[in-house]
């Protein structure tokens, strides 16, 4: 069974500039969900999706957002990118029963220069 | 609001020794409580999980953890330290609706073994 898949596995941006992230959940699952892992920050929860909709976003500004789609892959996009957006951007999912547990991708590693 | 803390930044350990990391956390309710781990430049492999009954969970790779109500905490053991076991290792709780939606985690514990 394939895991979460992340793409690209790197990306370098300009400040200012979009960035666009994407991830392909495990079969089955419904549930795809955003971490952000800055250095000297830990790992942040960044937005949660669900069966398409958005169910709930951490403490994260308006240009962050996102997007489910119909197969329930997800696109993460990042809007007038800051020097602080350079992160590991992990992807997890899992299937929205109680006593599930979340699957993570390897990540994106987003720079921003 | 809920927090995890991991005390220990940093644990350096022999191979073949035994293992603790440790984990407290602050949540309202009964939580949801994995350990995770991650290898240098990839993603996070869970461990084990906590959600409800035998408090003393098994997970992979040797590893277990108790959970202790009294004290909030959820420590993570293993009896004989490997060296592939070096990484860093994240404490996480969920929410108590058993989702694994919004988890918060700890700022982690970098383990180094020495041969």
């Known amino acids: 069974e394939a895991g979460v898949t992340q793409s690209p596995t790197h990306l370098i941006k300009t400040r200012g500039q979009q960035a666009t992230l994407r991830c392909s959940p495990i079969?089955?699952?419904?549930?795809v969900y955003w971490y952000q892992q800055a250095l000297g920050l830990g790992l942040q929860f960044l937005l949660w999706?669900?069966?398409?909709?958005?169910?709930n976003r951490g403490n994260f500004p308006p240009r962050f957002s996102g997007r489910q789609f119909p197969n329930y892959s997800s696109e993460l996009n990042v809007n007038a990118l800051e020097l602080e957006d350079s992160a590991l951007y992990l992807c997890?999912?899992?299937?929205?029963?109680?006593?599930?547990?979340?699957?993570f991708g390897q990540g994106t590693r987003l720079t921003v220069v | 609001a809920q927090s995890v803390t991991q005390p220990d930044i940093h644990i350096t350990v022999s191979e073949g020794a035994s293992l603790e990391l440790r984990c407290n956390y602050s949540?309202?309710?009964?939580?949801?409580l994995f350990w995770y781990v991650q290898s240098p430049g990839q993603g996070l492999q869970l461990l084990l999980k906590?959600?409800?009954?035998?408090?003393l969970v098994q997970g992979i790779k040797g590893f277990e953890a108790e959970f202790k109500r009294s004290q909030s905490s959820f420590n993570l053991r293993k009896p004989s330290v490997h060296w592939s076991d070096a990484a860093e290792y994240f404490c996480?709780?969920?929410?108590?609706?058993?989702?694994?939606?919004?988890?918060?985690f700890g700022t982690g514990t970098r383990l180094q073994v020495t041969l």
């Open positions: 999706y669900d069966e398409g909709e958005e169910r």
């Open positions: 906590y959600f409800s009954g035998d408090t």
């Open positions: 997890a999912s899992s299937r929205h029963l109680r006593g599930t547990e979340a699957f």
């Open positions: 996480a709780v969920g929410p108590n609706t058993g989702t694994a939606s919004k988890l918060t």
């Open positions: 949540y309202g309710a009964t939580p949801y």
């Open positions: 079969s089955g699952h419904t549930s």
